[in-house]
């Protein structure tokens, strides 16, 4: 398996632009996480999926972002318009459910965003 | 309080040294947890889970203690190649079971 693939790795935009990013989960995996992060607050969940709906989308900063999921093998996240405090490493993840509850997370590489 | 705290360090330690870090998490209905790996700017990964008897993973032991709220990684015979940040996650508890993510460990082990 390829594991969880994002695009693009770099990103570097000016301010006001709009921001996508995507990944690929991994086939057969129900979850898939978006994360941020950041020096100053670590890895921030921004919202998850379960079977491509979304679950709790609580952790999404403000209108600015949004997220989909429209099949099981590819997610989205776009930030528009952009700013420079939303510059971070963006980790897409996905995982199967296991016994008890276990959710054992894979990431993909990242996308790190620079926002000017 | 936050739901998952760490140390974050950085511990600084001499190849071959013994290290440990805690972790402690604030939801009691919590029901799985695990230690993650996560070298500079790459991804997190998964280094082992932590099961309530304790579980040893060939250098590395973890251990759950459910009555005080914490787990633990304890290094033996520390490798350059374990620099790292040692992240600590807790799956929910309640009916959930989404991961959430200590702010991580930092360890340096240098010659």
Known sequence: ?116 | RKEVEQDPGPFNVPEGATVAFNCTYSNSASQSFFWYRQDCRKEPKLLMSVYSSGNEDGRFTAQLNRASQYISLLIRDSKLSDSATYLCVVNGGGGSYIPTFGRGTSLIVHP
């Open chain 1, 1 to 116: 398996d390829a594991g969880v693939i994002q695009s693009p790795r770099h990103e570097v935009t000016e301010m006001g632009q709009e921001v996508t990013l995507r990944c690929k989960p991994i086939s057969g995996h129900d979850y898939l996480f978006w994360y941020r992060q950041t020096m100053m607050r670590g890895l921030e969940l921004l919202i998850y999926f379960n079977n491509n709906v979304p679950i709790d989308d609580s952790g999404m900063p403000e209108d600015r972002f949004s997220a989909k999921m429209p099949n099981a093998s590819f997610s989205t996240l776009k930030i528009q318009p952009s700013e420079p405090r939303d510059s971070a490493v963006y980790f897409c993840a996905s995982s199967l459910m296991g016994a008890q509850g276990a959710n054992v997370l894979t990431f993909g590489a990242g996308s790190r965003l620079t926002v000017l």
